[in-house]
């Protein structure tokens, strides 16, 4: 395919060497846009974990002290790395996962390459801080406080498939930069790019400092959460499975940081910029075939101008170029699975029978070379209210209900009136009213004017049960360390607590 030559098996990359599983099993990846096989790769055992974590734990005993200078010119290095690799990567991914080459070679990749680069940077920018504490009222004299911050230790961290390169590089980056090792399980639909990226980073992070897992989550993930050898867990994935890394976490006393579900409000003001705002309706569902955890799956239309502006976006819709995701000129390609797809259908029939109607789309391709693979149509449902299951739930596909709205009260009662808090966006050209807006919805991302933006340095991360603590920015970094403090007597004299009797 292509021209990529992908191994015939993969193994678990454990202490800086590939292996295959402690008792040999294998699972079989292949690609959803023509169920072509593309690998085999290892179903890694209790033992194997084990290892994993052993090898992480043995690694950290030195990589906790490598000179923050040294440690950041790793980071750039890796970088290099995957912007000299950035075709093969892209390529991978696209293969393994279906999304279009377009959005690997302009998104995933250069992306995960930028957030090393970014955290190369916020490393060398770390300072700690001392506090002068002059007279306290304990001990009379003065004092200095030194504040400083220190690896956690040995992080298990577990990605899914959405964008298995990129996620990768959102919790490998912060990882190294902080003094960490980790145990890293990829979703078993999508192993190859980061094990195509452990095979190209062999020489330059140091064994053990970072190891792969791969197997379905029901096992080898769940030995993963069920070993006491880790520090602190780090997820993104479905909201179902996040819970039980938290109870995971819970009892083991150690903290976890969790990025999950989404029902997004994309709201479109009367004054929205025209030609940019239907873009961004589109960017917002399609982009990823709809499988973003932020997506703008509902979107709200001010009453003046529903009619027209989803009668244009209708045509938008109808006009996307689906197909194979290796062909530049496709502007969306697959699905995950036959999985997902069963879960999106079921999704717009139940939407239907709730009274919405299918204003385009709404089903998989029945005929042709697409009807092979994991495709479904560009889709919006109409005559939807907010309060429906479909305009509620997650369906992680090119699905979004859109709903009409009067005044912006009105909208922002209905953003909000959701379990979700992840992303968002307001269309307008009233700055004033866009950021009264942003403000006023309850999640921990609102794009002006654009959606979907995800650049480093810029936080990203759920209010409500999309999740716990901030991503893509420096602020994680304080989640992978913790805070030391050394307390120094500056006076001579003894506090007279206990004077001398004899
Ligand atoms: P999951 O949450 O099941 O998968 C995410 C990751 O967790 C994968 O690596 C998976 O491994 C792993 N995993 C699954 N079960 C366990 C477990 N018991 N212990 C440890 N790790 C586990 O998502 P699904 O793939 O099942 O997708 C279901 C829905 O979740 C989607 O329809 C979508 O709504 C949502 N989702 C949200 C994402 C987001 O970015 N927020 C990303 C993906 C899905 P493996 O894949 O190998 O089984």
New binding site residues.
């Given amino acids: 395919m292509g021209n990529v030559t992908l191994k015939e098996t993969y193994g678990l990359y454990i202490n800086g060497e590939f292996r295959p599983a402690s008792d040999g099993a294998t699972f079989e990846t292949k690609s959803p846009f023509n169920g072509q096989h593309l690998s085999y790769c290892a179903q890694a055992t209790r033992e194997d974990v084990d290892d994993a974590v052993n090898a992480a734990n043995e690694a950290f005993k030195t990589w906790k002290n490598v000179p923050v200078k040294d440690r950041a010119k790793l980071l750039n290095k890796i970088a290099d790395v995957i912007e000299e690799n950035a075709e093969l990567l892209a390529a991978i991914e696209s293969m393994d996962n279906g999304k279009p080459i377009r959005e690997t070679m302009a998104a995933d990749i250069p992306l995960s390459a930028e957030h090393f680069r970014y955290f190369a940077g916020c490393l060398l920018a770390e300072e700690g801080s001392a506090q002068f504490i002059s007279g306290s009222s304990v001990f009379g004299g003065d004092a200095l406080s030194l504040i400083t911050r220190e690896p956690i230790g040995v992080v298990g961290q577990?990605?899914?498939?959405?964008?298995p390169f990129l996620?990768g590089a959102w919790k490998l980056a912060p990882v190294l930069a902080a003094g960490c090792c980790t145990v890293f399980?990829?979703?078993?639909?999508t192993p190859l790019s980061i094990l195509t990226f452990a095979e190209l980073t062999k020489d330059i992070i140091p064994a053990g400092v970072f190891n792969v897992i791969t197997?379905?989550?029901?096992k080898?993930?769940?030995y993963?959460?069920e070993h006491p050898g880790f520090r602190k867990l780090a997820?993104?994935?479905?909201t179902?499975?996040?819970i039980?890394?938290a109870k995971a976490a819970a009892e083991k006393l150690i903290p976890a940081t969790l990025?999950?579900?989404?029902k997004s409000a994309n709201i479109f003001f009367e004054d929205c910029n025209w030609e940019k705002a239907l873009e961004g309706i589109q960017v917002g569902i399609l982009f990823n075939q709809g499988?973003?955890?932020c997506a703008g799956s509902r979107i709200f239309v001010q009453d003046t101008i529903y009619d027209k502006f989803v009668e244009e976006a209708v045509k938008r819709f109808n006009t996307v170029t689906v197909g194979n995701p290796l062909d530049p000129n496709t502007q969306m390609g697959s699905q995950i699975n036959e999985r997902?797809v069963a879960?999106i259908e079921s999704m717009v029939k139940m939407g239907v029978e709730e009274g919405a109607h299918i204003a385009c789309g709404g089903s998989r391709y029945e005929e042709g070379e697409l009807a092979k693979g994991a495709f479904f149509k560009p889709t919006l449902l109409t005559n939807v209210t907010n309060d429906m299951r479909i305009a509620q739930e997650?369906?992680?596909g090119p699905v979004a209900v859109v709903i009409k709205f009067h005044d912006e009260q009105e909208v922002i009662d209905m953003a909000n009136d959701s379990e979700y808090g992840l992303g968002g966006g307001v269309w307008t050209q009233d700055i004033n009213r866009a950021i009264r807006v942003a403000r006023s919805v309850e999640t921990g991302r609102m794009w002006v004017n654009n959606y979907n933006n995800i650049p480093e340095g810029a936080p990203f991360g759920g209010y409500k049960t999309s999740g716990i603590g901030r991503e893509t920015h420096k602020e994680i970094l304080n989640h992978y360390t913790q805070m030391k403090n050394i307390f120094i007597d500056l006076s001579e004299a003894p506090l007279g607590l206990y004077p001398k009797k004899f």
């Fill in positions: 577990i990605v899914p498939w959405n964008f996620m399980k990829t979703s078993s639909d197997g379905a989550g029901s080898s993930g769940q993963m959460l997820f993104t994935g479905s179902e499975v996040g039980n890394i990025e999950l579900g989404g499988q973003v955890c997902q879960k997650e369906i992680f």
